[in-house]
């Protein structure tokens, strides 16, 4: 199993599971966001949708870009989390990422099952 410092070109080695240091990484992130310097996320990028997704890396660079933006925002997003966590709150999640309801659930498994939109209840 690859680390996250082992993905992602030029990230701080010193910043690598370290306690205390999420405000760092999240700046790191948003300074990526800021520059639009998605290339330093490329390895990160390949190695989610080859290993963990069990896609091809996209070879549009317009598609490796907006993947890189995603991860850089869900990271920043996850960080947020983890700070809040640590000060007791552990409601704020679901601002970011609100719970569905079962039956939103259930009409996706259907149409992933189903390989199209599921049909309306009559």
Same mark, same amino acid.
């Given at each position: $199993?690859? @680390?996250?410092?082992?993905?992602?070109?030029?990230?701080?080695?010193? $910043?690598?599971? *370290?306690?205390?240091?999420?405000?760092?990484?999240?700046?790191?992130?948003?300074?990526? *966001?800021?520059? @639009? &310097?998605? !290339? @330093? /996320?490329?390895? *990160? !990028? @390949?190695?989610?949708? #080859?290993? &963990?997704?069990?896609? #091809?890396?996209?070879?549009?660079?317009?598609?490796?870009? $907006? *993947?890189?933006?995603?991860?850089?925002?869900?990271?920043?997003?996850?960080? =947020?989390?983890?700070?809040?966590?640590?000060?007791?709150?552990?409601?704020? #999640?679901? =601002? +970011?990422?609100?719970?569905?309801?079962?039956?939103? +659930? &259930?009409? /996706?498994?259907?149409?992933?099952?189903?390989?199209?939109? !599921?049909?309306?209840?009559?």
């Amino acid at each position: $199993m690859q @680390r996250f410092t082992d993905c992602v070109k030029n990230y701080p080695k010193e $910043m690598d599971y *370290l306690p205390g240091e999420t405000e760092k990484r999240i700046a790191y992130f948003k300074a990526i *966001l800021a520059k @639009r &310097d998605y !290339a @330093r /996320l490329e390895g *990160l !990028a @390949r190695v989610f949708c #080859e290993e &963990d997704v069990g896609v #091809e890396f996209p070879e549009d660079p317009v598609k490796q870009r $907006m *993947l890189a933006h995603e991860i850089a925002k869900h990271f920043i997003n996850y960080y =947020t989390i983890c700070i809040h966590r640590s000060q007791g709150d552990f409601n704020f #999640e679901k =601002t +970011l990422y609100p719970p569905q309801s079962d039956e939103s +659930l &259930d009409s /996706l498994s259907t149409e992933v099952k189903s390989g199209g939109p !599921a049909a309306p209840a009559v």
